[in-house]
């Protein structure tokens, strides 16, 4: 207000914003979609186990089309109509969607959540087991 | 989501150490304070609250299959144990401090002592 224009301090900011830009992107940034997931193999089955605490069993949706497993969760807010001196933690709905490496018994499907952590097991289709072929 | 449990340290992944550092909530009510933290994978036995010198400390300690990278084929997390530590004013009753653990939620309530609780002042008529 009682400071004279600097054609100086405007450019600097300007430089900063580059700067900025090109610190926080590509390397720094991991762009992974929510909810993280791991999946381990083994033998015919996959498990798929993802991040999801304080989400109840009834807020997550599992969908199975050909090989396409999606999971879809909503993590309801917790938030209490009070002054807050921290808040750190996310809210929000959740979609992904996992292509499976085989084709899998849609009936065979087992999923659970327990300690905030949805673990989902697959097994392989007997369609597509390996098979022994005789000659006659 | 909670999911992005900041990570502190990398170097003691291998070994048992704490290296996950929880998102944490809190807020104050009248009468207490609520503190709200995400630790995915814990078990109730394994969450370790301790109160020392105004410094209150949260450990979390994973199961060994959670930590471990066994069949592992894609990864997009890595869990290991969680610490995290609180500085508290001296305006808490200590014996009062509940804890609970829901769906890898845990909220430690801290209550306030009866002189830190807010009154109300009456004003006198003349």
Redesign the interface.
Known sequence: MFTTYDLFDDMLTLRNMVERFFDETATTRRR?E?????????DDNI?IRA??????SSDVNLQLTDNTLTIEMH?KE???D???????????S?KKSIKLPYFVDPDKVEAS?N???LTITLTKHESVKPRKITIK | ?????TKHSDRNLEKKDYCLIP???????DNE??L????????KENVEITFNNNELEINGTLHEA?TAG????????TLCNYNRKFLISDKINVEGITAAL????LTVTLPKREEAKPKKIEIKSE
Not at chain 1, 34 to 42: F, M, Q, S, V, W
Not at chain 1, 82 to 92: A, D, I, V
Request: hydrophobic fraction near 35%; proline fraction near 7%.
């Open positions: 992974v929510l909810p993280y997931i791991n999946i381990y193999e083994k498990i991040i999801a605490p304080g989400v109840a993590r917790d938030y209490a009070r002054p807050y001196l921290r808040k750190e933690r996310e809210f929000g959740y959540i300690n905030g952590i | 989501m909670a999911t992005q449990v998102p944490v909530d809190i807020y104050e009510t304070f609520v709200k933290t995400d630790m995915p994978g814990v078990s959670d066994e069949n592992l084929t894609y990864r997009e997390f829901e769906n890898g939620v």
